[in-house]
């Protein structure tokens, strides 16, 4: 019997476009569980020397950016965050953590993924405060000690740094990103959003 296809999502939790397409990922998952098998990669949107505070300008360029995704997806956003003087815009802590998810539950990376998502575009909570990544993590269930040392492990960070490396060895430099392994041949499906049914639509070769 041959192998499913393995269909990489390439993404970082604090990228608003990936907040946009998780509605399109949801449906697929759930549309097609069995068809492929799936894997998370983060990309680190905003690590290391691009990690900004959230000054006047970035508030512009995020608010727009917001207001877009919103528009074509229907996601919602909780806007008062952007009006905080002291976030500084690193996902560094949001992609170890979902990074941490993946190695305790790798069943629900995509549900931890989508859930920390949540709590920063619609609850307004701060993604790079550890209480945050816990808070998501509990809620999920997960096993609180040990997501805990996971986190702050330096295999996770070595881990999460491999996936930066990984994304961008794959040619992704923008988020979100979709690829099918079948066989030995790698096929880019789609980057940048795509609502639900133009994702299953340039899935079509492998869904039919």
Do not use: I
């Amino acid at each position: 019997m041959s192998e499913k296809p393995e269909l990489t999502y390439v993404g970082d939790p604090l990228c608003s476009w990936c907040w946009g397409f998780a509605p399109s990922l949801r449906k697929l998952r759930e549309t097609h569980p069995d068809r492929f098998s799936y894997r998370l990669l983060v990309g680190g949107l905003r690590t290391g020397a691009n990690v900004q505070p959230l000054d006047s300008e970035l508030k512009g360029y995020l608010t727009s950016a917001w207001q877009e995704v919103a528009r074509r997806s229907g996601q919602p956003f909780d806007y008062a965050f952007l009006h905080r003087s002291d976030f500084v815009y690193d996902t560094e802590p949001s992609c170890r953590a979902v990074v941490a998810a993946r190695g305790l539950a790798p069943g629900r990376a995509f549900e931890y993924n989508e859930s920390l998502q949540d709590a920063f575009y619609r609850r307004g909570l701060d993604p790079t405060r550890e209480e945050t990544l816990l808070a998501v993590a509990r809620e999920l269930d997960l096993p609180d000690a040990e997501f805990r040392e996971a986190l702050g492990s330096d295999a996770v960070a070595k881990r999460t740094q491999a996936d930066f490396e990984e994304a961008r060895a794959m040619g992704v430099h923008g988020f979100p990103a979709v690829a099918v392994r079948d066989g030995d041949t790698l096929t880019g499906v789609t980057r940048g959003w795509l609502p639900p049914d133009l994702l299953l639509e340039a899935l079509t070769p492998w869904l039919s």
